[in-house]
């Protein structure tokens, strides 16, 4: 158990609705990743935020959004959904903004239909 | 942009043998981290190597990392039916904040 929660496990919509997956970092830590992983395109890094503020963008589509709240949760949301988004979501966390072993919660599996 | 590389794709040994799985990437790094991936759960860290650093232990793994070909290697000894599993290499650069995966690599223990 890496202390990393992810909520929910196992999701299942429609196309064009609007999800929102949900992440609560190891106590103390102040970053928080979220990553997408896919047959196709593998483990991908989405965005990070550290200590509320965004740190850095990967290949986040436009359609998705995340924010990092004050109790240092984060949620990702994920709208327009399209049959492509179908993938597992991670959420990561580390203790530093940088160089830091990152541990990953169990993965939200997103399925669009 | 840079990204780990694993290599071989896919291992399968028999329970007591060494796996050895190798990484390349493309360009500087701060670290480069090993994860493991049990059938579609979450990665679990095993270790992490500094670019100033050649080699490391942690348990039964031994990973060693060569800046100047840009690759590393992940040496699991005497191998485990619970060792089976995906292993995911990843590479942070230097100010980027975000680690670059492999495709991971595949191995069977076979009891």
């Known amino acids: 158990d890496s202390g990393v929660t992810q909520t929910p496990k196992h999701l299942i919509t429609a196309t064009g609705q609007r999800v929102t997956l949900r992440c609560s970092p190891r106590s103390g830590d102040l970053s928080v990743y979220w990553y997408q992983q896919s047959l196709d395109q593998g483990l991908q890094f989405l965005i990070q935020?550290?200590?509320?503020?965004?740190?850095a963008k990967g290949n986040i589509l436009e359609r998705f959004s995340a924010q990092q709240f004050p109790d240092l949760h984060s949620e990702l949301n994920l709208s327009s959904l399209e049959l492509g988004d179908s993938a597992l979501y991670f959420c990561?966390?580390?203790?530093?903004?940088?160089?830091?072993?990152?541990?990953f919660g169990p993965g939200t599996r997103l399925t669009v239909l | 942009s840079q990204q780990g590389e694993e290599d071989p794709q896919a291992l399968s040994i028999q329970e007591g043998e060494n796996a050895t799985m190798n990484c390349s990437y493309k360009?500087?790094?701060?670290?480069l981290q090993w994860y493991r991936q049990n059938s579609g759960r979450g990665l679990v860290h095993l270790i992490l190597?500094?670019?100033?650093?050649r080699e490391k232990h942690s348990g039964r793994l031994r990973v060693t990392l060569d800046t100047s070909k840009k690759s590393s290697s992940l040496l699991i000894t005497a191998s485990r039916a619970a060792d089976t599993a995906s292993y995911f290499c990843a590479t942070e650069g230097y100010g980027n904040n975000r680690l670059a995966f492999g495709k991971g690599n595949q191995v069977v223990v076979i009891p």
């Open positions: 190597i500094r670019s100033n650093e």
């Open positions: 360009t500087s790094i701060n670290n």
């Open positions: 935020y550290y200590n509320g503020e965004e740190r």
């Open positions: 990561a966390s580390s203790a530093g903004d940088t160089y830091n072993e990152q541990f």
